[in-house]
């Protein structure tokens, strides 16, 4: 039995050389051991780093004219062998893995499940040459729409009605009867882990509308009783008030900012459950009385008070201590009760739309395999994917999902109970993953309590090889700093009648926890590399006004950067989320900001958008054009791109131009609507060719420089047709 190892790694520790050096270890304690070792990561492009770095460190290592390559020095010391001898290994090895490359088992933890999956196709019930979905959103919109579509149909009256309220509720909630947005937002629950744990249990009643509208009118019971009682002490309170003769904003403690005006607000049922607001006046009728005030009014406020009004505040207090929990709990859910009320339809086309395109979701992989590796060993696993893993390595560990881990665990403990050896790596701080299911939890505490049978070895990469020690010193004070306020304003949260439950104990330590490793040491190599901290704290009322400034801020500051001598390569934006992403990156190739006006070179995942290149949307249009002629919107839309093309490219050179519908073609002057007819009529010639050569097609008329220009686009653009082709229709008009 061996103990599973732990590299707790923050950015720039090393983390792809130490998984490099274990995995040449492994090797050179069994040549072979590459086809029993399974490699995950996170994303194919880890993937294919750490793939690269084991071949080039074993190239290296071979290579004697290379001196003192990365790990040598480790593996002559753990295999006590001579720098000849380690050479040769190495040069046997790389031929080994090139040779047998189909067994070098480095992958996506995705594309793992994604092969089990497929050896446990007939267990799960999927047809035979399924198609694995790696994109499911579409689906889900596809599902939607077909649930709106069809909602006139007769077996869908009560899915009919229950939209008709939808629609209803939400326009007197918030003036809009779209309910589309709302649908698709709660039917993402349909890819989260913890819904589909309970999916089987709920899909029945969460399918009754009948059951759906009892539970719902139970809700507003709840609410409408609390409601009731709570105005009823408002009204009541304020009666006397007036009995007294008092002026409820004048004569109180605190005047118009009394919290005696409590009795207003649960009257007209006004934050009316808020406790804290109201809980001094419950001390005593001092509370209350003003001292400015004349001994009169003070007496007649003390004869409210001991006549009802502190009476009725201690009822109000005694039913929102009771029944606000429930009163609450209720209102959160009216709120999703609606849309989560349809989610089992969306579901249910999901599943049909499924079926007639023969495809498998991969967001359900994770759940049907917990399901079925729960109920078998390890060897019926391995039997089933023709596979036998001794060793894991699993990187990027805090990434993965509850499902995911589940599932890895009998094979992990296989591998330990068996002395082989396992490693996970990962680091709790950089958990980014929240929205594909991942859960930092499982590093920060699962991982030593369910293998605490056969121990965990914790080593933290603690020097960062990346970054210069100016920034490692800001990072270490800024995060060290950052961590301990956040900790203690969420404790400072926490109410003092729960503050004693276990799990909630654990949360007042949590994040402080999850950063107690964040200093890091700087490598010696880089001791005189300077680096430079510069923050501007922008404070405006509003957030368009905030985004004004902070991109000319950063656009300025861009500007002193290139002028310092700064290559823009060396230059990185990093932004909050895509929208914001796609602000700054439009402000930067606008050039409005800029103090010449000239745009910035910038290339960001927003700026490689599809809908952002000229030539794609003019080849859209042109198909929407070629599949109906009648569409005199797109036609317009085609003419005007040509003539801006024209004007902007008429230095072309016939030769260049020759054979290019636009660049031929002259959409100005007397003889313009003749050109456009002719036009027309070429583009009409294409329309009978298969809809993958029309596109291409298409790209070929567009002018040279413009397919230079857009080269990136198009492709992509190819690569979208096809992928439409093969999974939807190669028919233009579906």
Not at 323 to 336: P, V
Not at 581 to 602: F, P, Q, R
Not at 655 to 676: H, I, V
Request: glycine share 4%; with cysteine; aromatic share 8%.
């Amino acid at each position: 039995m061996s103990k599973l190892q732990v590299y707790r790694a923050s950015a720039g520790s090393g983390k792809t050389y130490k998984l490099t050096q274990e995995y040449i270890m492994l090797l050179f304690d069994e040549p072979l051991n590459y086809r029993h070792t399974l490699a995950v990561t996170f994303t194919n492009k880890a993937t294919a780093e750490m793939r690269t770095r084991i071949l080039n460190s074993l190239s290296d290592l071979a290579n004697r004219e290379i001196k003192n390559p990365e790990h040598l020095k480790e593996l002559q010391s753990r295999f006590a062998l001579s720098e000849n001898e380690v050479r040769q290994k190495a040069e046997t090895l790389l031929g080994q893995l090139l040779h047998d490359y189909s067994k070098f088992s480095i992958s996506t933890i995705d594309s793992f499940f994604q092969k089990v999956t497929r050896s446990f196709a007939h267990e799960m019930g999927l047809p035979i040459g399924f198609r694995l979905e790696l994109e499911a959103k579409h689906i889900m919109m596809q599902a939607i729409d077909q649930l709106i579509l069809e909602m006139d149909k007769p077996e869908h009256r009560e899915t009919k009605n229950w939209l008709i309220e939808f629609a209803g509720d939400k326009m007197e909630r918030d003036n809009s009867w779209n309910i589309s947005g709302e649908i698709e937002k709660i039917s993402t629950q349909i890819f989260n882990e913890t819904y589909q744990a309970s999916a089987i249990l709920l899909s029945r009643q969460l399918k009754d509308k009948r059951y759906l509208s009892t539970y719902k009118n139970a809700l507003w019971e709840i609410c409408d009783n609390v409601d009731k009682q709570i105005s009823e002490i408002g009204m009541q309170g304020l009666t006397l008030i007036s009995h007294y003769k008092l002026d409820i904003s004048e004569d109180f403690s605190g005047k118009s900012r009394s919290k005696v005006k409590v009795f207003e607000r649960m009257a007209n049922l006004e934050n009316h459950l808020e406790l804290e607001k109201f809980a001094k006046l419950l001390d005593g009728v001092e509370e209350w009385t003003r001292k400015d005030n004349k001994p009169e009014k003070n007496m007649a406020i003390t004869e409210a008070y001991h006549s009802g009004l502190h009476a009725l505040l201690v009822k109000a207090a005694e039913i929102i201590e009771q029944k606000s929990k429930d009163y609450h709990t209720a209102k959160s859910i009216l709120k999703q009760l609606n849309a989560l009320g349809l989610i089992q339809d969306v579901y249910d086309n999901m599943m049909k739309i499924s079926r007639e395109q023969n495809v498998f979701m991969i967001s359900g992989t994770n759940y049907l395999l917990a399901r079925i590796i729960d109920d078998n060993d390890t060897p019926f696993i391995y039997e089933k994917t023709g596979t036998r893993y001794s060793n894991f390595m699993i990187d990027e560990f805090q990434d993965t999902s509850a499902l995911q881990y589940k599932n890895f665990i009998p094979l992990v403990r296989d591998s330990l109970a068996s002395g082989k050896h396992s490693l996970i790596v990962g680091d709790v701080k950089q958990a980014i993953y929240r929205w594909r299911n991942s859960d930092w939890n499982l590093l920060a505490d699962a991982v030593e309590r369910d293998y605490s049978t056969y121990g965990v070895d914790i080593e933290t990469l603690d020097t960062n090889w990346r970054s210069s020690p100016d920034i490692i010193k800001f990072n270490n004070s800024f995060f060290t700093l950052a961590a301990g306020i956040l900790q203690r304003q969420f404790n400072r949260l926490i109410p003092d009648d729960i503050s004693n439950q276990p799990h909630i104990m654990a949360m007042q330590s949590k994040i402080s926890k999850a950063y107690f490793d964040v200093v890091q040491k700087h490598s010696p190599k880089k001791s005189e590399l300077g680096g430079d901290i510069y923050i501007k704290v922008i404070e405006a009322s509003k957030k368009e006004d905030f985004m004004e400034e902070a991109i000319g801020t950063a656009i300025s500051r861009i500007e002193e950067l290139l002028r310092s001598g700064f290559e823009p390569s060396e230059i990185s934006v990093l932004v909050r989320n895509n929208k914001e992403g796609v602000e700054i990156t439009n402000a930067m190739l606008s050039g409005a900001y800029h103090s010449k006006k000239e745009a910035l070179d910038v290339i960001s995942n927003e700026s490689l958008i599809l809908s952002k290149s000229e030539a794609v949307k003019l080849i859209i249009e042109q198909l929407k054009f070629v599949r109906n002629p009648d569409d005199q919107l797109s036609a317009s839309f085609v003419r005007l791109h040509i003539m801006k093309q024209q004007t902007l490219n008429k230095d072309l050179s016939s030769e260049e131009s020759a054979g290019q519908l636009d660049a031929s073609l002259s959409l100005s002057g007397n003889d313009s609507e003749t050109a456009w007819k002719n036009y027309l009529s070429k583009l009409g010639l294409l329309r009978e060719k298969p809809f993958y050569e029309l596109v291409e097609s298409l790209i070929e008329l567009l002018p040279n420089q413009i397919k230079k220009s857009n080269s990136v686009y198009l492709q992509s653009f190819l690569s979208l047709c096809l992928d439409y082709i093969n999974r939807e229709s190669a028919d233009l008009n579906q």
